[in-house]
């Protein structure tokens, strides 16, 4: 298994999960109604393929696309934009207790919400742990400006970058 204990600052759940192929899921937090339909299909294309998904599920559509996915039986890794939580909604337990879920941050327990600049940190941190990327949708370039192209060589050695819209 390849060794990521240098991004990952804390983590629970399945370490073995980091093993499977990985999708990253990226997408804004305004979304057409079409591109929401179009996400809402993939999700469930990962979700019969069994494919792992990571993503930090945040935006709406991220958070309904863990959703579908948590019907299923696959991987998925959750990467926080925040220090570890200590307590779960019933359905994020559920997956833990399963063996099917690996949370994992980059930031220690004194960063308690969220912001741009920790989002762009987490988004750096799915990137180099994907093997393929999807955008579900991309509202405005800030949403890629403060993540892959500041780091080009993060898409470059993937193989696949798709966009669901």
């Not at 192929?21 to 809402?40: E, G, H, I, N």
């Not at 220690?108 to 920790?118: H, V, Y």
Request: proline residues 5%.
């Amino acid at each position: 298994m390849e060794n990521y204990s240098h991004l990952i600052y804390a983590q629970i759940g399945n370490l073995c999960i980091l093993e499977q192929p990985k999708t990253a899921f990226l997408c804004s937090r305004q979304v057409p109604a079409d591109a929401v339909l179009k996400c809402y299909d993939w999700a469930i294309q990962m979700r019969e393929a069994g494919r792992c998904v990571i993503s930090g599920f945040h935006s709406p559509i991220e958070q309904d696309v863990l959703h579908y996915l948590l019907k299923g039986k696959q991987p998925v890794i959750l990467a926080l934009a925040r220090g570890m939580k200590s307590s779960w909604e019933p359905s994020i337990q559920k997956a833990l207790e399963e063996g099917r879920l690996l949370i994992v941050t980059p930031f220690g327990e004194l960063i308690k919400r969220a912001s741009q600049d920790t989002a762009a940190i987490r988004n750096d941190l799915m990137l180099k742990l994907a093997d393929e990327v999807v955008v579900g949708y991309v509202q405005s370039l800030w949403f890629l400006l403060t993540t892959a192209l500041t780091l080009p060589e993060l898409w470059t050695n993937k193989p696949t970058i798709r966009c669901t819209a």
